[in-house]
């Protein structure tokens, strides 16, 4: 099949997405992408300069469109004549309905969020042949928001908006190129090691959403017990940093001194991995998470998670390594670290069965059944 693929925001883990499926070869690929930087101006204006910039691409013998939820998908279909009758499949790696807002002084929910990105997304869901979420939490999430945001509205709604994204609507998670792992390396250290304390990896965005206040009160909670522990925070930084961070950094190395093994992120892929296939604990304290590809890098390279019992883990982790509150969240901290270093339990292990149902060679077949569908 002869398949256009389009990303307005082609960085992180939206490359990382596009790599591995078009990297498929039971289709033939045309890729048109941006950079990721700008989203808001991406939602904005990417269909108008696909549709001016890349005419002739997008004016070829193509059999399928894939696009990502950040292109207005009905004013591309709008601006290029050939692709109003093209299947169309869109993903959703993220919805901007159900994305935390930042929220500002005196304000709550959404008084700091812009919907119309939401609606953009509502609009070219409806334009889309089949819709496809990363997670069972994300594709809930924007239908139970798009039906408030549609509730709210004067009049002219639509009739049946709803019901006919639902129907065109499928969970498929990412196809990830989990790296190979050496068996030996699942093994967790013997008890005379274990005098540092384990190490706690946090790898998450340096965002609100991530909950880096969270993080914050947790740690600081560990080293008020005086437990011993080693500590990585790592994952993507940007120009504003979270002020709960910024303000623990000397606390926390003052108190952590060498243990502080990591502050920032790893730039070098092999080091990156290197630190997971080190690491005892893998721990989010997200506020949003969509699908969660750091925890399953860090499970699959042989950490214990510790994660809500929310948003999109309860898909990938079983009960037992999720938490439901805060307090829980600490008190479940404290005794994995208390009873590691006195070599009651192990945290490292092999837990691949976890991660193996997200391997691209497990995840890809079922793209290729659901792009057939789309062309029929």
Sequence with gaps: MRVLYIEPFHGGSHAAFGEVLTGASWAEWTTLTL?????KWRMRGSAAWFARAHAAEL??????????????????RGLCPPLATTP??????????????????????????????????????????????????????????????????????????????????????LPLALAPVDPASLVDLPLEARGEGPLIVWNHRWEHDKGPELLVRLIDGLIGLGLRFRLAVCGEQFRRQPPALVEAKPRWRAALGPRLECWGRVEARADYLALLGRAQLVLSTAAHEFFGISVVEAVHHGARPLCPDALSYPELLPSEYRWRDEGEAMSELARLCRAWTAGEIDLRADRRALTRPHRAESVLPRYREVLTRALG
């Design 88 to 173: 169309a499949v869109l993903y959703f790696h993220e919805n901007q309905l159900a994305f935390p807002s930042r929220a500002l002084p005196g304000h709550e929910g959404d008084a700091t969020r812009d919907l119309h990105f939401g609606f953009t997304q509502l609009v070219s869901a409806l334009a889309a042949t089949r819709c496809l979420f990363n997670s069972a939490h994300n594709r809930d999430s924007f239908l139970a928001a798009g039906a408030e945001l549609l509730a709210r509205m004067p009049d002219a709604v639509a009739p049946g908006w709803i019901d006919a994204i639902r129907a065109r609507s499928e969970v498929l998670g």
């Design 59 to 76: 004016a070829a013998a193509h059999e399928l469109l894939f696009a990502s939820a950040y292109l207005p998908l009905a004013e591309l």
């Design 35 to 39: 950079p990721a930087r700008h989203w």
